[in-house]
């Protein structure tokens, strides 16, 4: 995997923290920052430590994602 050169710190001060809960955070971006992986600017940065995480069902589908040391996986139910 390479490095993107994103860094959360660095941007911090572009985002708001809505929630911490200690190996997971959702940030609202407030000032553009621009998406990494495609360029365009995005509207909420989530952010984990935590191997697997599930999200519900919130727009019509539920995913999960999982990391491991080769890739990560984003499931859609």
């Known amino acids: 995997m390479t490095d993107t050169g994103f860094d959360v710190h660095a941007e911090r001060h572009r985002l708001k923290q809505l929630t911490d809960d200690g190996d997971m955070k959702l940030f609202e971006n407030r000032d553009g920052v621009e998406c990494p992986a495609c360029g365009r600017g995005f509207d909420r940065l989530f952010s984990t430590s935590r191997e697997s995480v599930s999200f519900p ?6 995913f999960c994602l999982l990391r491991t040391s080769e890739a990560v996986y984003l499931f859609r139910h």
Do not use: Q
């Open 57 to 62: 069902e919130n727009d019509g589908s539920r």
